[in-house]
């Protein structure tokens, strides 16, 4: 069973919008820390957005105003709204969740291009 299981990636014009999901399988219980990441090509992997358990949210300078975590501890569900997205947002998006290990998503493309 995968563990996380990501969705909500395409291709989006500059300014445009995306909201990516992901999910825990069943098997993963008590989520301390939910974190989008994201890889463009050439570059190493980077932090995005965190939220904790409680509901406190951390945002990397270059997306701050513009995207958005939120969490569903009930659905063991991570969000990421993106609005406002630039050529620059282009890259792979990973989700990663502790418990007492860590899981990492399987990686959903985000294009932005006109």
């Known amino acids: 069973q995968v563990p996380l299981v990501e969705s909500g990636g395409g291709l989006v014009q500059p300014g445009g919008s995306l909201r990516l999901s992901c999910s825990a399988s069943?098997?993963?219980?008590?989520?301390?820390?939910m974190a989008w990441y994201r890889q463009a090509p050439g570059k190493q992997r980077e932090l995005v957005a965190s939220i904790t358990s409680g509901g406190s949210a951390n945002y990397a300078d270059s997306v701050k105003g513009r995207f958005t975590i939120s969490r569903d501890n009930a659905e063991k569900t991570v969000y990421l709204q993106m609005n406002s997205l630039k050529p620059e947002d282009t890259a792979v998006y990973y989700c990663?969740?502790?418990?007492?290990?860590?899981?990492w998503g399987q990686g959903t493309q985000v294009t932005v291009s006109s």
């Open positions: 990663k969740m502790i418990t007492g290990s860590a899981y």
């Open positions: 069943g098997s993963i219980f008590s989520i301390l820390f």
